[in-house]
């Protein structure tokens, strides 16, 4: 069993930053694929980033590509999500997920664990 905690949401105005954290509490945690997912209201979650257990392999969605970053420290269990030049449209609640097999996915149904969520709303 894996628990994940978000922290780092919050409001900021339109091309500003925030930098989201996941603590996990896995012993293992260096042995999953982690990624950050959003949700905006009336809306599908939706793929936003994911890296693999080392770090030295990211992906990201088109619409966050040169704006957010996906790092990990597998020493304090911590996924990060470093959000810049943000934009209205990336409004949503986010969740930090990790997958217990090594291979990279966009689906959220090949995650097995969920953090609660963390709010992030930009205004224009």
């Known amino acids: 069993q894996v628990q994940l905690v978000e922290s780092g949401g919050g409001l900021v105005q339109a091309g500003g930053s925030l930098r989201l954290s996941c603590a996990a509490s896995?012993?293992?945690?260096?042995?999953?694929?982690m990624g950050w997912f959003r949700q905006a209201p009336g809306k599908e979650r939706e793929f936003v980033a994911a890296?693999?257990?080392?770090?030295?392999?990211?992906y990201y969605a088109d619409s966050v590509k040169g704006r957010f970053t996906i790092s990990r420290d597998n020493a304090k269990n911590t996924v990060f999500l470093q959000m810049n030049s943000l934009k209205p449209d990336d409004t949503a609640v986010y969740y930090c997920?990790?997958?217990?097999?090594?291979?990279?996915?966009?689906?959220?149904?090949?995650?097995?664990?969920w953090g609660q969520g963390t709010q992030v709303t930009v205004s224009s």
């Open positions: 890296i693999n257990w080392s770090g030295g392999s990211t």
């Open positions: 997920a990790a997958q217990q097999r090594p291979s990279y996915s966009r689906a959220a149904s090949a995650y097995d664990y």
């Open positions: 896995a012993r293992t945690f260096s042995s999953y694929f």
